[in-house]
């Protein structure tokens, strides 16, 4: 885990701004490498990681509790799909890694050029005990971060403001990856807004802070110099609960007759099985084919 990588809470404005703020460099780098993707694409996978992520730290209370964003725009990407828990622990997943955008402007990396603009962004929060919200937008831009912002002012009725970038090297590995999120409460005078959204449109993107050498608080004090009141700090990594136990339970599953015909049929010295959000890939011979079949029985 990286020390670099956290994500801090805060309110200001006597309590009628809500405001986030994270640096994930290494969780959307280990995304990255998990995956091999693409430029553009680690832009539209990093962004949703770190979209759920900020939406975990505004709505999840609990751990255990889990934050899906789907997001499926029609684009070369495909379906991009990221859960975060509770406790700042993220994964994801693309169906197509291997894809690019031309950049439309020198320099930026063209990310509604591979997730597609017709489509939708779709949210799913777990809460345990079978209490679920699903919320579903359709996309805006394509970008993320607007069709986020759009998400929460449609579904949740808050007004806010999401600014996420993902910084890639040539080389295509990340430099940085970061950006914060501002929530409108009830209870604010349309000066207090005006002068808000006017400091978030003079920031640079946040990944030039990031980069400047800006923590997640030295951002907040960009948008809030008279001052915010900073609630925890949690730290965020990429996680993938996935085990060679959890992938038994997933053959158990299968059915006797369907195991029986995988030992029977398989023509390779082992079973592969991938887990599709980390890559990690699970060996299961004819030998242990048969002793899960045995414990199952
Ligand atoms: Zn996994």
Redesign the pocket.
């Known amino acids: 885990m990286s020390d670099r990588d956290y994500l801090v809470r805060a309110t200001a404005l006597d309590e009628k701004v809500r405001a986030f703020a994270l640096n994930a460099t290494e969780v959307v780098s280990t995304l990255q490498r998990r995956h091999d993707t693409f430029p553009a694409v680690t832009a539209a996978l990093g962004r949703t990681a770190m979209g759920a992520l900020l939406m975990s730290a505004a709505s999840l209370k609990e751990a255990h509790q889990l934050v899906s964003v789907e997001v499926r725009g029609g684009g070369p990407v495909g379906r991009i799909l990221v859960t975060a828990n509770g406790q700042g622990e993220v994964?994801g997943l693309v169906s197509n890694p291997h894809v690019h955008a031309e950049s439309v402007r020198p320099g930026k990396l063209n990310v509604a050029g591979v997730v597609g603009t017709d489509g939708y962004l779709s949210v799913t929060k777990n809460l345990g005990m079978r209490d679920t919200y699903q919320g579903t937008v359709e996309l805006q831009s394509g970008e993320i971060g607007d069709d986020l912002a759009y998400y929460f002012v449609r579904s949740e009725q808050t007004p806010s403001a999401v600014g996420i970038g993902v910084f890639v090297q040539p080389d295509g590995s990340v430099e940085a990856a970061g950006g914060y999120m501002i929530q409108l409460l009830p209870g604010l005078e349309d000066d207090e807004i005006a002068l808000i959204e006017e400091r978030v449109a003079a920031l640079p993107h946040p990944t030039a802070l990031l980069r400047e050498g800006l923590t997640p608080e030295q951002i907040l004090d960009r948008i809030f110099p008279e001052g915010y009141t900073l609630g925890d700090h949690q730290p965020v990594r990429f996680h993938?609960?996935?085990s060679r136990e959890r992938f038994e339970q997933a053959i158990v599953s299968l059915g006797e007759a369907e195991i029986q015909r995988i030992i029977e049929e398989e023509e390779q010295e082992y079973t592969e099985v991938v887990?599709?959000?980390?890559?990690?890939a699970y060996h299961f011979t004819a030998g242990d084919m048969q002793q899960i079949l045995d414990a199952a029985r």
């Open positions: 994964r993938c609960p996935c887990c599709h959000f980390c890559n990690e």
